[in-house]
């Protein structure tokens, strides 16, 4: 089992940005996959980004082009750079690892992201 402690959430105005950070407790070369997932008020939990442990990534439809992951291996933590924000964008973000994608073995404990219009 995988550790995971997510930070950055917060509030926002609609347009600006946020950076999400996953720390995880164990090297995260040796992790197959992480990622993100959201949970709006209401909605299920779904998938936003992924990158494996080789640096390719995957995006939602409603998050490509605003959104990245990336991840820093001697820091053993994945980011979540949000640009563009928008209102549809507030939910509970969850970091996730994974041998299969979408990784969702492990999952941190969330924080929450709120996009004021």
């Known amino acids: 089992q995988v550790h995971l402690v997510e930070s950055g959430g917060g509030l926002v105005q609609a347009g600006g940005s946020l950076l999400l950070s996953c720390a995880s407790a164990?090297?995260?070369?040796?992790?197959?996959?992480m990622g993100w997932y959201r949970q709006a008020p209401g909605k299920q939990r779904d998938s936003v980004a992924s990158?494996?442990?080789?640096?390719?990534?995957w995006y939602a439809d409603a998050v490509k082009g605003r959104f990245t992951i990336s991840k820093d291996d001697a820091k053993n933590t994945i980011y979540l750079r949000m640009n563009n924000l928008k209102s549809e964008d507030t939910a509970v973000y969850y970091c996730?690892?994974?041998?299969?994608?979408?990784?969702?073995?492990?999952w941190g404990q969330g924080t929450q992201v709120t996009v004021s219009s």
């Open positions: 990158i494996t442990r080789a640096n390719y990534t």
């Open positions: 996730t690892s994974g041998h299969r994608w979408p990784p969702s073995d492990d």
């Open positions: 164990m090297p995260i070369t040796g992790i197959e996959l």
